[in-house]
């Protein structure tokens, strides 16, 4: 027994020392928050929070996960997420290599478990995957032993940022269960809320879902939400709204608004936060449409946490990425 | 040639016989059927404690051959049936090419004399290459051997041209199997629409694309007073719509596949694409109201919908994967499962389900039927037998079946088709012809 | 585990805290540029302690740093449990400083050498001491402590356990076998 091992195993004998959680990590991937319990999630939450102290000090970089390669395989073009997630892995000191679809063997037919395994042969260590298709991280992640982060998978989850929401909103307001927020925009394909229900009311947290009735999917309330239409019954209540793109530029030709029907009934504007709670946090995982499903000044205004949001992205998926590396295997003593 | 088979709890429906009985065979034909029965054969079969059925009838196999024969051929397709209880199989059209001409049967028929372990009988395409813009000869094709004919895959989203095919089967002694789904509903929908979709964020099938399209063949069966058997039912409101139109007299049959009495939706929340079909699996109100319809004789027959598919189909994104599963093994074992096992139907009645209605429907007077002079397709099952269903032990060129390592209580030992003894459990294998 | 002894009680952990703080001052005259800075967990409580005691002789305030060195172990991937992380606190710039690293047990010296790896990502101290209550020998690294509360030789079945009241219900060391 090493000094080290000692020392450890000693501090959790004394749980609560400094009121940090003590779940032990098992999971070999972070497929979505529907597969995490509340205290997985807080675990992720706990551990951005020493992350995000990392990114404060004077040389931002730890050498953690030092040796390991970190593959971001993306399927759709995502500049936050990636770079989010290439920086992390590059503060903790890990190797990084980027696939996207264009100009890869992904684009010559080759399937997406045969790219898997491929980047598995070559010693990969973490495959973070963005895909088009709902399921695509946890096939991949069957078919693998390596892990598999799932950085955005068809319209089902985005793990990371719900957790980053959600990592935003504990900081805001300290406590999640009980809090009031609401989602709204194009529910019925988005990722984003579909993650963020999942967390938020595994934390507690009372969660109304709103955009025009043919963007809510069939059977949500089942979730456990509230559903409605009205822009203003959506932020009446809320401690917080997430606000989520607009994606006109989807390729289906599915019953959508026109952007300026939208920016009329739906739109996140300073007039309808007037009749908000005085302190409401207003989010978006972006990029923004401004003028779209939000206004520019609200987006830049006092209540916003945009640019927040996007920081404690890169703390989360530090965490995520710290923590799949070291799941524990097998049972615990 | 003559096989005894001895002791066995013989189940007809036919003539709603259930009881202990010898079995004579000769000639390819049951000759005789009585109570201890002295006569000597070279062949006897005990089958104390089994039970004794006419062989299973499959009216909806997808054998792939001709074009696909890498998942599946007559050959395979037939020896998978047969370890399964099967004695016949309908073919479906939708190959390549598809069943569409007198040539495209003969061809076929050809291959089945050749290949084939049990009955083959062929369903005709209704349209060329199953477009849903021409009409085939219909005349012709029936004359060359088609029972029915359907374009399995596809529904004729023209009305006339339905109104008209409809016509043309009936004036030709046949019937349209109806595969119904209205692709303006479906359209790139890969499950049932419902929370489970939602949750997982896949496209969702609605029940109407399904159950519209119910509705709108048996109106216009009733309307050009035609047979018309609606191919697998999986949503209660389509058994709704079938039981009105029976009680009003319209010549509407129907079958439903063994999946949509035995998973959910849920099966697939893993993204499990062999949990993916079409129509997709449905809600727990539409297990229980399918198990229900053939309870009740909503639904007529169970047929396997057997739709084999290679590994590069189904190892793929869930939204990219074939749609079907394999069937042809699992048929009679998750029916004695799911409604036997579960006291929803007797014996007896499972066996109207899947060899004498589908005989009757088809037009098969000798077949269905353990009656003197009748044809000798029998299967002996023993109904204690425990047994897995394994990766290993499938018949089918593909394994795409979400039932692997399954359980299952009751298991086909000997099948006899035409006389002869093509099958036993024991030897795990089908026997040369 | 089964208690063999006590090594330290209340006052020997008092007593080795306020020699410790003498020998620091001895040896680091310039008590301006001192700073401490205790491994998580109990270096931390150790640490204040001692900045306390030397606050009390030097009459200047002590700057105290927590460092969590769980992101520079090199044994992440082999470790039975998994580490709880939790941050590091360093409120002040440590380069040019007269840095005084604290811990409760020295051991194979690996913690040592992930908290100096750490301390050099942070800054350029002056000089890095090292002051630990126990040093039970079995060094897997040529590191060697500058104030030691008591050294115990042990044996390598035997486990020191380094209770202090701000985490535990007493102040003590007792010496357990596995």
Redesign the interface.
């Known amino acids: 027994?090493?000094?080290?091992?000692?020392?450890?195993?000693?501090?959790?004998e004394?749980a609560g020392?400094?009121d940090?959680?003590?779940t032990?990590?098992t999971k070999k991937d972070l497929l979505g928050l529907?597969y995490l319990s509340k205290e997985e999630i807080e675990l992720i939450l706990?551990?951005a929070?020493?992350?995000k102290?990392?990114l404060a000090?004077?040389?931002r970089?730890?050498?953690?996960l030092r040796g390991k390669t970190i593959v971001n395989l993306f399927y759709e073009p995502s500049t936050r997420t990636r770079i989010s997630f290439e920086l992390a892995a590059k503060r903790?000191s890990a190797d990084v290599i980027n696939i996207v679809k264009e100009g890869s063997s992904i684009q010559k037919g080759e399937?997406?478990?045969d790219t898997g395994r491929n980047l598995e042969a070559l010693k990969a260590d973490i495959i973070v995957v963005r895909?088009n298709?709902?399921?695509?991280a946890?096939?991949l992640s069957?078919a693998l032993n390596i892990s598999v982060v799932n950085a955005g998978?068809?319209?089902?989850?985005h793990p990371t940022q719900a957790l980053l929401d959600i990592f935003t909103l504990r900081e805001k307001l300290k406590n999640i269960r009980g809090i009031n927020v609401s989602i709204i925009g194009d529910i019925a394909h988005s990722?984003v809320a579909?993650s963020n229900i999942w967390g938020l009311t595994k934390l507690g947290a009372s969660v109304t879902v709103c955009a025009p009735k043919e963007l809510i999917?069939?059977?949500?309330e089942?979730?456990k939400v509230k559903v409605t239409d009205s822009i203003d019954e959506a932020i009446k209540d809320a401690d917080a709204i997430n606000v989520l793109r607009m994606q006109f530029e989807r390729d289906?030709a599915e019953a959508f608004p026109s952007k300026i029907e939208y920016f009329r009934t739906f739109g996140v504007t300073e007039e309808r936060l007037k009749k908000a709670k005085k302190n409401i946090i207003v989010m978006h995982p972006g990029p923004i449409n401004r003028g779209v499903e939000m206004a520019a000044e609200v987006a830049d205004g006092a209540n916003s946490v945009i640019l927040e949001q996007v920081t404690n992205g890169i703390a989360i998926r530090m965490?995520v990425l710290?923590l799949v590396?070291?799941a524990?295997k097998g049972k615990?003593? | 040639m003559s096989i005894l088979i001895k002791n066995g709890r013989v189940i007809n429906p036919a003539t709603n016989r259930d009881g202990i009985f010898d079995i004579l065979i000769e000639d390819g034909r049951i000759s005789e059927i009585s109570k201890n029965m002295g006569k000597k054969t070279r062949s006897v079969i005990d089958a104390n404690d089994k039970i004794v059925a006419p062989g299973v009838i499959d009216m909806h196999v997808h054998l792939r051959e001709p074009g696909r024969e890498d998942m599946e051929t007559v050959a395979s397709g037939t020896r998978a049936a047969v370890s399964g209880g099967i004695t016949s199989i309908c073919a479906m059209p939708n190959t390549y090419p598809a069943l569409d001409s007198v040539n495209a049967i003969k061809r076929l028929k050809g291959i089945i004399k050749k290949d084939a372990s049990n009955n083959v009988f062929v369903i005709g395409a209704i349209t060329k290459g199953r477009k849903g813009l021409d009409l085939v000869d219909m005349a012709a094709m029936r004359k060359e051997g088609a029972l029915a004919f359907s374009d399995d895959g596809n529904s004729l989203g023209d009305e006339a041209l339905m109104s008209e095919s409809l016509k043309m089967a009936g004036g030709n002694n046949a019937f349209l199997i109806s595969h119904c789904e209205d692709r303006n509903i479906s359209k790139n929908g890969v499950m049932n629409e419902g929370i489970t979709a939602t949750k997982l964020g896949l496209r969702g099938i609605p029940k109407q694309a399904e159950y519209e399209f119910v509705e709108r063949d048996i109106r216009l069966a009733e309307k050009t007073r035609t047979k018309i058997h609606i191919a697998h039912v999986s949503c209660k409101e389509s058994i709704d719509i079938i039981k009105k139109a029976k009680t009003k007299g319209v010549q509407v049959t129907a079958e439903t596949a063994p999946h949509y009495f035995s998973l959910t939706e849920e099966a697939c929340v893993t993204y499990d694409t062999r949990t993916k079909m079409n129509p997709p699996l449905r809600a727990l109100e539409d297990v229980e109201a399918i198990k229900e319809a053939l309870r009740d004789g909503t639904i007529d027959v169970i047929a396997s919908d057997h739709a084999p598919h290679g590994k590069h189909d189904k190892e793929v994104e869930f939204d990219f994967a074939a749609f079907g599963i394999i069937g042809l093994e699992t048929l009679l074992p998750l029916a004695i499962a799911a409604l036997v096992e579960k006291k929803m139907i007797s014996w007896m009645k499972l066996v109207e389900l899947v060899s004498l209605n589908p005989a009757k429907i088809l037009g098969l007077s000798n077949k269905g039927n353990l009656s003197p002079g009748k044809d000798a397709d029998i299967i002996i099952i023993d109904p204690l037998a425990n047994w897995v269903y394994t990766k290993d032990s499938i018949k089918s060129k593909s394994k795409n079946t979400p039932f692997i390592n399954w359980k299952f209580k009751g298991k086909v030992e000997t099948v006899i088709s035409g006389g002869r003894e093509i099958f036993t459990g024991s030897a795990g294998s089908v026997l040369n012809l | 585990m089964r208690e063999k002894a006590k090594l330290l009680d209340k006052d020997g952990i008092k007593n080795a805290v306020i020699r410790i703080s003498h020998e620091i001052i001895e040896k680091n005259k310039d008590t301006e540029n001192l700073v401490i800075i205790g491994i998580r967990n109990r270096g931390e409580y150790l640490a204040h302690r001692i900045a306390e005691s030397i606050e009390n002789i030097v009459k200047s305030r002590i700057p105290v740093g927590i460092l969590d060195i769980t992101l520079y172990r090199d044994d992440l991937t082999e470790v039975a449990e998994q580490p709880v992380l939790k941050e590091t606190i360093i409120s002040f710039d440590i380069t040019g400083k007269r840095l005084v690293l604290v811990d409760d047990v020295l051991f194979t010296g690996r913690t040592i050498r992930c908290a100096m790896d750490q301390l050099i990502d942070f800054g350029r101290p002056r000089v890095i001491q090292l002051a630990v209550l126990i040093d039970r020998g079995h060094r897997e690294l040529p590191i060697k402590a500058d104030y030691v509360g008591k050294n115990v030789p042990t044996s390598l079945n035997e486990v020191i356990e380094v209770k202090l009241a701000e985490v535990d219900d007493r102040d003590e060391v007792i010496i357990c076998e596995k």
């Open positions: 027994m090493t000094e080290m091992k000692l020392s450890y195993a000693k501090n959790s004394v020392v400094a940090k959680n003590t032990v990590w529907e706990d551990d929070e020493s992350f102290e990392v000090r004077p040389l970089k730890v050498p953690t903790l399937t997406l478990i895909h298709c709902s399921g695509a946890m096939m069957r998978d068809g319209w089902h989850e990722r579909r999917p069939s059977g949500i089942k979730m289906e965490a710290y590396a070291h524990k615990l003593v």
